[in-house]
């Protein structure tokens, strides 16, 4: 059974720092890349970074210099570093675990989200 679980959230105020992070099972973890999302109410889900299994990242333009993910596979755990966090960094992050081959997604697991809830 797959698992794919965050911790980490909670509320901050601006300018503070977060570590966000995602435990998966069930999964090989080194063939997956792994990716954080955030939501808002009324918003679609939205990239924040992702981490292929070579390591290579990406990151929205939000994140940019702020944030940082990194994993460590032989824990099976991905985290992201969040620092000098802003009211607008507030939301839903959702972990992902998504295996690609080719340009074919074969597997594509969710976690159930940690709130981020940071204050002015």
């Known amino acids: 059974q797959v698992q794919v679980v965050e911790s980490g959230g909670g509320l901050v105020q601006t300018g503070e720092s977060l570590r966000l992070s995602c435990a998966a099972s069930?999964?090989?973890?080194?063939?997956?890349?792994m990716g954080w999302y955030r939501q808002v109410p009324g918003s679609q889900r939205q990239l924040v970074a992702r981490?292929?299994?070579?390591?290579?990242?990406d990151y929205a333009d939000s994140g940019k210099g702020r944030f940082t993910i990194y994993r460590d596979n032989a824990k099976n755990t991905v985290y992201l570093q969040m620092n000098s966090l802003k009211p607008e960094d507030t939301a839903v992050y959702y972990c992902?675990?998504?295996?690609?081959?080719?340009?074919?997604?074969?597997?594509?697991?969710w976690g159930q989200g940690t709130q981020v809830t940071v204050s002015s």
């Open positions: 992902n675990a998504r295996r690609v081959t080719g340009s074919l997604v074969d597997y594509d697991y």
């Open positions: 069930g999964i090989i973890f080194r063939s997956f890349s």
């Open positions: 981490i292929t299994s070579a390591g290579s990242t």
